[in-house]
């Protein structure tokens, strides 16, 4: 059974950090490219960062580079967004996703990331 579980959200001010893991089993992780994704109510799901499985190459959206981080730990199946500088637009839903070149993927449940002051 394969399982992506997100932790690491919650209430943060202007400014603040937070770090978002997504721990996953049943999957062979080291192949997979790891996305996080967010979404807004009555928005759509967008890319905000992803990392390859192999040569861990990565890339960001626009509105984050500078400030989020992604990074895998292959040996604990897990991948990580570290975001700094939050703003208040960053508020979403966040979820991780596992993707396979043959279209083979899978998502969490997502985790509630609130900027606030």
């Known amino acids: 059974q394969v399982q992506l579980v997100e932790s690491g959200g919650g209430l943060v001010q202007p400014g603040g950090s937070l770090r978002l893991s997504c721990v996953t089993s049943?999957?062979?992780?080291?192949?997979?490219?790891m996305s996080w994704y967010r979404q807004t109510p009555g928005m759509t799901r967008d890319l905000v960062a992803s990392?390859?499985?192999?040569?861990?190459?990565?890339s960001y959206a626009d509105s984050v580079k500078g400030r989020f981080t992604i990074s895998r730990d292959n040996a604990r199946k897990t991948v990580y967004l570290y975001m700094n500088s939050l703003k208040f637009e960053d508020t979403a839903v966040y979820y991780c996703?596992?993707?396979?070149?043959?279209?083979?993927?899978?998502w969490g449940q997502g985790t509630q990331v609130t900027v606030s002051s």
């Open positions: 049943g999957i062979s992780f080291n192949l997979y490219s």
């Open positions: 990392i390859t499985g192999i040569t861990e190459v990565t």
């Open positions: 996703h596992a993707y396979l070149s043959d279209n083979t993927n899978f």
